[in-house]
C-alpha cells in the first residue's frame, strides 16, 4: 500500500482500513494482517501514556513511537501525526518536524485542519512528503471546542468542512480523516472529493474507517466512545491471563519442570 494506492482504492471502489497502533509488539501483529495502514496517532499520548488529551505528544514522543512501528510493521503503510503547533510555526519548522518522522520510517504524515497553514500543506506535498488531512473532530483543538464534541452538525459548520476537504485536495492531500461528523455530512464530503475519506465517527459513507488499536480489541474497560465498535472482548482476556497466572504461581504448577532449566 502507498498513497498513490489509497487514490486507486477510491477510484475503484474499494473499501480501506486502518488501525491506529503505536508499538512494535501490536505492529508485528498488523503486519500479518490484511489491513490496509497504520497510523501512529499523537492519541499514544492518551493511550499509551494517561494524558487527558493528545497535546502532549511532542515531536520526539512521536519519532519513538513511529520508529517502534515502523520496525515491526514490515510491508505496511505507516502514517504518523504531526504533533501539537508543530505545522503552526511555518514550512520550515513543519518540513523539520516531518523529517524527523519520515526519518523514523513513516511513508506519510498526517495534521489536523487547514486554515493558516495551507502553505505548510502545499511546500510538503511540493518537498515530496505525502501528506494526509484530518477534519471535524480535531483532538489538537480540544480546549478550543470545550471538550471533545461531534462537529459539523450546523449548516455553517458542516459547509465549512467541507469547503476546508475541497480545499485539502486542491493542496495536494492523498486522503482525508473525517472524525466524528454526521454520516450524511461525511457521505456527501466522500462523493464530491477524487481522493479518499477515511472515517472515524463518520458513518458508513466514507471510503474507509479507521480505529485506535485498543478501541478495536475492547481493551478499554472505562471508555467506550459511540463509534468504537469492539471485536474483541480482549480486556477480559488479559484479566483472565492474569487470574490464570497467579492461581498457577501460587498452587506451584508453574513454572513446570520443561519451563525450568537444569
Do not use: W
Not at 508499538?23 to 499514544?44: H, Q
Not at 471510503?207 to 488499536?213: E, F, R, T
Amino acid at each position: 500500500m502507498s498513497s498513490r494506492e489509497f487514490l486507486r482504492a477510491k477510484a475503484e471502489g474499494r473499501k480501506l482500513s486502518m488501525v491506529t497502533c503505536y508499538d512494535y509488539t501490536f505492529a508485528r501483529l498488523l503486519s500479518k494482517s490484511p489491513v490496509d495502514g497504520i497510523l501512529v496517532g499523537d492519541s499514544a499520548a492518551m493511550v499509551m501514556h494517561g494524558h487527558p488529551s493528545t497535546l502532549s505528544a511532542g515531536v520526539e514522543l512521536m519519532r519513538l513511537h513511529t520508529e517502534a512501528v515502523v520496525r515491526g510493521a514490515a510491508g505496511k503503510f505507516v502514517v504518523a501525526d504531526m504533533p501539537f503547533l508543530s505545522f503552526r510555526k511555518g514550512p520550515t519548522a513543519a518540513l523539520e518536524t516531518a523529517s524527523v518522522l519520515m526519518t523514523a520510517g513513516a511513508h506519510a504524515v498526517k495534521l489536523e485542519g487547514l486554515d493558516g497553514h495551507e502553505d505548510v500543506i502545499q511546500r510538503m506535498v511540493q518537498s515530496g512528503v505525502p501528506v494526509m488531512g484530518h477534519l471535524g473532530l480535531q483532538p489538537q483543538s480540544v480546549h478550543s471546542y470545550g471538550g471533545f464534541r461531534v462537529q459539523g452538525r450546523s449548516d455553517d459548520s458542516a459547509r465549512e468542512i467541507a469547503r476546508q476537504a475541497a480545499a485539502l485536495e486542491e493542496l495536494g492531500a492523498f486522503a482525508i480523516v473525517l472524525e466524528c461528523v454526521p454520516a450524511t455530512l461525511a457521505e456527501e464530503i466522500t462523493a464530491a472529493l477524487r481522493i479518499p475519506t477515511i472515517g472515524i465517527g463518520a458513518g458508513v459513507g466514507c471510503d474507509g474507517q479507521i480505529l485506535v488499536l485498543q478501541d478495536l480489541l475492547g481493551m478499554n474497560v472505562d471508555f467506550h466512545p459511540k463509534f468504537a465498535r469492539p471485536f474483541f472482548d480482549g480486556a477480559q482476556g488479559v484479566l483472565d491471563a492474569l487470574t490464570r497466572f497467579d492461581e498457577a504461581v501460587k498452587a506451584e504448577t508453574f513454572p513446570a519442570i520443561e519451563e525450568s532449566y537444569s
